[in-house]
């Protein structure tokens, strides 16, 4: 069983923006109230699936992760691993 999470639905003329505020990544749209759950549970499990496969090299350690990377604090422009 997956752990519960947040959903906002924004509706608009076609229909509805499914957001996730816990992952910011995550966004899909629906053209139904009823679809609005089964759409952002759909929407995170690839968005889990894909941060899974990413894999990128860390500009201050060398390190590869896999997943998002963090922000460096030195310029809050960097991309580093989540470990630094």
């Known amino acids: 069983?997956?752990?519960?999470f947040h959903v906002i639905a924004t509706p608009d003329e076609n229909g509805y923006t499914v957001t996730i505020p816990e992952n910011p990544n995550v966004s899909a749209r629906c053209a139904d109230a009823v679809d609005i759950i089964p759409t952002a549970t759909a929407a995170k499990e690839q968005d889990e699936q894909n941060r899974h496969?990413?894999?990128?090299?860390?500009p201050k350690?060398?390190?590869?992760?896999?997943?998002?990377?963090a922000t460096s604090r030195a310029d809050n422009?960097?991309?580093?691993?989540?470990?630094?």
Request: charged share 25%; glycine share 8%.
């Open 53 to 58: 496969e990413k894999t990128a090299a860390c």
């Open 1 to 4: 069983m997956s752990k519960p």
């Open 61 to 69: 350690c060398g390190k590869i992760f896999t997943g998002y990377p």
């Open 77 to 84: 422009k960097t991309k580093i691993c989540p470990e630094n």
